[in-house]
């Protein structure tokens, strides 16, 4: 079982419509990272966070600390959304990153 | 800043051949890692870096060697190319060990023949 786990694995929806990405974990972490890859390859680091809810455009991250558990929330999404998105942990002990399988979303016009 | 930078952006090898990929970050980061990603598998740590003169191993180390001379540079070397070690590698550093923003380069598409 993979320490990060995300889900959906792939999702398609349509232009406008609300979208949301699950990640959840299973070792004790100080900060967990949202990357959004795009079809070229390039990765963004979206947010990173530790606690509570952060808002950048129609991107929205949550985490829960107590339940191991972080979503990533697109409002009003759009084609150019189209991208893997890729949730990280820090674990409390050590300096690594640990990495989910990604969700590769579409989102047609 | 450039932030982090790659080159080559593409390699072809034979096997058995060696080659440096080359990374740098113009950001003072302390904290540098490599990681290749493969279909299906999510990136994985290959090595990394918490500051000049030391580095330590991620996941999937073996066939890969890496030095920490500069903050800046952090070359990953292949030593003797196989066809498993194709892959695209990223090259990544954050400005604090424990807590910070990821910054990511562009990659390297390695295709080892």
């Known amino acids: 079982k993979n320490e990060v786990e995300q889900s959906p694995q792939n999702l398609t929806a349509q232009e406008g419509e609300f979208i949301t990405i699950n990640c959840s974990y299973s070792?004790?972490?100080?900060?967990l990272h949202w990357l959004q890859q795009h079809p070229g390859g390039g990765i963004v680091s979206l947010f990173m966070l530790s606690s509570g809810k952060k808002k950048h455009g129609r991107l929205i991250a949550t985490i829960n600390i107590q339940e191991k558990h972080s979503s990533l929330h697109i409002t009003a999404s759009h084609p150019r959304d189209s991208a893997v998105y890729i949730c990280?942990?820090?674990?409390?002990?050590?300096?690594?990153?640990?990495f989910g399988e990604g969700t590769q979303l579409t989102v047609n016009p | 800043n450039a932030g982090v930078t790659q080159t080559p952006k593409f390699q072809v090898l034979k096997t058995g051949q060696s080659m440096t990929l080359q990374c740098a970050q113009d950001?003072?980061?302390?904290?540098m890692s490599w990681y290749r990603q493969d279909p299906g598998m999510g990136l994985r740590l290959i090595h990394y870096s918490v500051g000049a003169g030391i580095t330590d191993q991620g996941e999937v180390p073996n066939g890969y060697n890496v030095s920490r001379s500069t903050t800046e540079d952090f070359p990953l070397r292949l030593l003797s190319a196989a066809p498993s070690q194709t892959s695209v590698y990223f090259c990544?550093?954050?400005?604090?060990?424990?807590?910070?923003?990821?910054?990511f380069g562009p990659g390297t598409r390695l295709l080892v023949l």
């Open positions: 950001m003072n980061h302390e904290y």
């Open positions: 990544a550093s954050r400005s604090d060990r424990d807590i910070g923003t990821q910054y």
């Open positions: 990280a942990v820090k674990e409390t002990s050590g300096s690594r990153l640990t």
């Open positions: 070792v004790g972490i100080s900060a």
